[in-house]
């Protein structure tokens, strides 16, 4: 690590070192009440008072020597002196961004103030990420600089190690995210690929969710969430494209991969159980009745369902939703048990005949 240490500054009166902090103090406030205020709309008399903020950050720093902390002010200041001029339009992203980069500058000038040195590298990193937004052509600007304040936030500084999760309008950290924020993000990338990927989600998802949540023993929704995901991506799988429930292998396949990660189990079992049958003649586990999870067999309904949508859609909403309310009326009492049919049932005389769901 590269430390700052700055003889003239370390040099002047404690009084003059504390006067320039509170100053600075004061200015990076003055910026956060900008942005703040500016989250309800562009006004420019707000956006001159942040670039005047940020001026005084840089004048502030110049002033005891501090050439280190006016390289990288300067250039937040330059980032945003295309926004004051009118030549780039104000987004919120872009306040947002100056507060979490003047903080990190705040960060280092108390450490400099109390014990006399400073991170270096940490600087240096910090104006790569603002030369990069500066560069970048104007329309990727609010991306990048939301991946900045991502990067900024997590302590490592680089973008590329931040995704920017545009089916769920977030970015994210590969090293900070969750489970299933990852789980989302490469599901969204499978739908850029693959568009039935997320059609089947829109379908299948919805359904489960309800009727897991009319069951009892409802499981926690991330759980139901992530099996619905990774049924999504077992459908590559599939050796006939038509069908309209899971094959074996891709249970297993499903099942398998949850398994192999701590805190999914319960996505697991519900994934194992998903093609059991009320009567007993299901597979893998051949089991019956009460001893298949509700959430399960929530789950295998509401995979057939959209299955069996996504093969009439082309016939129209009414055609599909009627064919695929049919067949699963069919099943009562040999795969699905009655009450998660009256429970399918109502869900759909309430909601999908009086609300078109795709």
Same mark, same amino acid.
């Given at each position: 690590?590269?430390?700052?240490?700055?003889?003239?500054?370390?040099?002047?009166?404690d009084?003059v070192?504390?006067e320039?902090?509170?100053?600075?103090?004061?200015? !990076?406030? #003055?910026?956060?009440?900008?942005?703040?205020t500016?989250e309800?709309?562009a006004?420019?008399?707000?956006?001159d008072?942040?670039?005047?903020?940020?001026?005084?950050?840089?004048?502030n720093?110049?002033?005891?020597?501090?050439?280190?902390?006016?390289?990288?002010?300067?250039?937040?200041?330059?980032?945003?002196?295309?926004?004051?001029s009118?030549? !780039?339009?104000y987004q919120?992203?872009?306040?947002k961004?100056a507060? @979490?980069?003047?903080?990190?500058?705040?960060?280092?000038?108390k450490?400099?103030v109390? @014990?006399?040195?400073a991170?270096a590298?940490?600087l240096?990193?910090l104006?790569?990420?603002?030369?990069?937004?500066?560069v970048?052509?104007?329309?990727?600007?609010?991306?990048l600089?939301?991946?900045?304040?991502?990067a900024?936030?997590?302590?490592h500084?680089?973008?590329?190690?931040?995704?920017?999760?545009e089916?769920?309008?977030?970015?994210?950290?590969f090293? #900070?995210?969750?489970?299933?924020?990852f789980?989302?993000? +490469?599901?969204?990338k499978?739908?850029?690929? #693959?568009p039935?990927?997320?059609?089947? !989600?829109?379908?299948?998802?919805?359904l489960?969710m309800? &009727?897991n949540?009319?069951?009892?023993?409802? !499981?926690?929704e991330?759980? &139901?969430?992530t099996?619905?995901?990774?049924v999504?991506?077992?459908?590559a799988l599939?050796?006939?494209?038509l069908?309209?429930?899971?094959?074996?292998?891709q249970?297993?396949f499903v099942?398998g991969?949850?398994n192999?990660m701590a805190?999914?189990?319960t996505?697991?079992?519900i994934?194992?159980?998903? +093609?059991e049958?009320h009567?007993g003649?299901g597979?893998?586990?051949?089991?019956?009745g009460d001893?298949i999870?509700?959430?399960?067999q929530?789950?295998?309904l509401?995979?057939?369902f959209a299955?069996?949508v &996504?093969?009439?859609?082309?016939?129209?909403?009414k055609?599909?939703l009627?064919?695929?309310?049919?067949?699963?009326?069919?099943q009562?009492?040999s795969?699905?048990?009655?009450?998660?049919?009256?429970?399918?049932?109502?869900?759909?005389?309430s909601?999908y005949?009086?609300?078109?769901m795709?």
């Amino acid at each position: 690590m590269n430390q700052i240490s700055c003889e003239a500054f370390n040099e002047l009166e404690d009084e003059v070192k504390q006067e320039f902090y509170e100053d600075v103090q004061s200015a !990076i406030k #003055d910026i956060n009440e900008c942005a703040s205020t500016l989250e309800t709309g562009a006004d420019a008399a707000v956006i001159d008072r942040m670039f005047r903020a940020l001026h005084t950050v840089k004048g502030n720093c110049k002033m005891v020597f501090l050439e280190e902390f006016v390289t990288s002010s300067h250039k937040l200041e330059d980032l945003f002196s295309g926004i004051r001029s009118g030549e !780039i339009d104000y987004q919120d992203i872009y306040g947002k961004f100056a507060v @979490t980069a003047v903080n990190a500058i705040d960060i280092q000038l108390k450490t400099l103030v109390e @014990t006399g040195s400073a991170d270096a590298d940490t600087l240096k990193k910090l104006e790569d990420i603002i030369d990069h937004i500066e560069v970048a052509p104007v329309e990727d600007r609010p991306h990048l600089a939301e991946k900045a304040i991502i990067a900024i936030q997590d302590g490592h500084f680089k973008l590329d190690l931040v995704a920017l999760d545009e089916g769920h309008g977030r970015a994210f950290s590969f090293l #900070d995210a969750t489970d299933f924020e990852f789980f989302e993000f +490469i599901s969204d990338k499978k739908a850029l690929i #693959d568009p039935s990927h997320q059609a089947f !989600i829109d379908i299948c998802e919805p359904l489960a969710m309800k &009727l897991n949540a009319k069951l009892g023993q409802s !499981i926690d929704e991330q759980q &139901l969430r992530t099996a619905v995901i990774f049924v999504a991506f077992s459908r590559a799988l599939a050796s006939d494209s038509l069908a309209t429930m899971l094959e074996v292998e891709q249970v297993f396949f499903v099942s398998g991969l949850l398994n192999r990660m701590a805190g999914w189990s319960t996505a697991a079992e519900i994934a194992l159980q998903m +093609i059991e049958k009320h009567d007993g003649t299901g597979a893998p586990l051949g089991i019956e009745g009460d001893k298949i999870m509700p959430a399960a067999q929530a789950l295998g309904l509401a995979t057939e369902f959209a299955l069996i949508v &996504l093969q009439s859609k082309t016939k129209g909403y009414k055609q599909s939703l009627f064919s695929a309310v049919k067949l699963i009326n069919a099943q009562k009492d040999s795969r699905y048990k009655s009450r998660l049919i009256e429970r399918f049932n109502d869900v759909i005389k309430s909601e999908y005949l009086t609300t078109q769901m795709w």
